[in-house]
């Protein structure tokens, strides 16, 4: 499954050390290790920080709610560099990314943008770029691309870009 959303999280500070009553914690075992700031929804509420908070699904996905009501699965937590990436279990990010409204979260953008492009043409997907399935139509691919992908080659291409996020203006 692509990561599809990278951000970054804070605040940064006493992310290593253990508070009491406090297990690390998991959903799956492969999934991320949960500890501070994040917590599990049936964990203390000392254990995480406000909105940092997890649950487990039917398919022991770790899942984390960001505002308005975006559910996204988490699938790495970088506590280090305080990144967490994320992916869409309906796999139409697209369709979300509008909704996401970071603004009173304590989660940034770790990518500078994301474009969706809509190609009449396929082509191969590399590390910072992803065929979005669910916005096709017949003879036609949406890929959303983030800002290190070469835009330039798409805009020569077959494609016309068709979204942002964040927006721009
Ligand atoms: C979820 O985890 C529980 C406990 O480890 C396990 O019994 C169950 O089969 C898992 N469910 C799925 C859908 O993987
Ligand atoms: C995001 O939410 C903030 C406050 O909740 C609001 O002021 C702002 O207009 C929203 N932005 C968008 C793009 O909806
Ligand atoms: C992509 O472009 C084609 C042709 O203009 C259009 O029919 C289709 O709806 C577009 N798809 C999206 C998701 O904008
Ligand atoms: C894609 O990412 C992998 C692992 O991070 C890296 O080894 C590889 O060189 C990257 N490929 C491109 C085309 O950037």
Redesign the pocket.
Known sequence: MSILLSLVFFPLLSLGHRLEGCEDSW???DGPVIHFPFRLSHQLKHCGYPGFELH?N???DTILELPSSVHLVVEKIDYVSHQIHLYDPDECIATKLPKLNLSQSNFRNADDLTVLFNCSEPFTDSNDSYLVPCLGSSGYQVHAVTSTFNLDFLLSGPCTKIHQYPYSD
Do not use: D, G, P, V
Request: charged letters at 15%.
């Open positions: 959903c799956n075992n487990c039917n398919k022991n």
